[in-house]
C-alpha cells in the first residue's frame, strides 16, 4: 500500500521516472500479490507520460492477463497501443474497456 501511495503522489507531482521506480520497486520484491494489476497499470500509465510505449504496453498487457475484466486494464492497453502506433488495436482495446464499464 505504501508504495501505491508513494507512486501515485509522484504520478499527480508529475514526477513520471520517480513513480515508475516505485512501482518497479513494489514489483520486485515479488510478493505484491492482489496488488500487482494496480501496481502494473499505474507502472503502465507512468511509463506513457515517460513515452516509454513499448515498456508501456508490457506492462498493460501483463495487467489484462492478471485481471481481464477490469476496464482499467484494457484503457492502459488502449493508450500504450496507441503510442506504439497500432491504432485500431487501441480502439479495440478503448471499446472493450467501456463494454466492461460503460459509467468510467
Not at 20 to 25: E, F, I, K
Not at 69 to 83: D, I, K, M, P, V
Request: charge should be negative.
Amino acid at each position: 500500500q505504501e508504495c501505491i501511495h508513494a507512486g501515485n503522489t509522484a504520478l499527480v507531482a508529475q514526477e513520471f521516472e520517480k513513480a515508475a521506480q516505485v512501482y518497479t520497486h513494489a514489483l520486485d520484491r515479488g510478493d505484491a500479490g492482489d496488488l500487482e494489476p494496480v501496481l502494473l497499470s499505474n507502472r503502465s500509465s507512468a511509463f506513457a507520460h515517460l513515452e516509454m510505449w513499448t515498456e508501456a504496453l508490457i506492462d498493460a498487457e501483463r495487467c489484462v492477463v492478471l485481471k481481464p475484466q477490469w476496464s482499467r486494464s484494457h484503457a492502459c492497453r488502449g493508450a500504450a497501443l496507441e503510442g506504439v502506433g497500432r491504432k485500431q488495436e487501441a480502439m479495440a482495446a478503448f471499446r472493450y474497456a467501456l463494454s466492461v464499464d460503460p459509467d468510467n
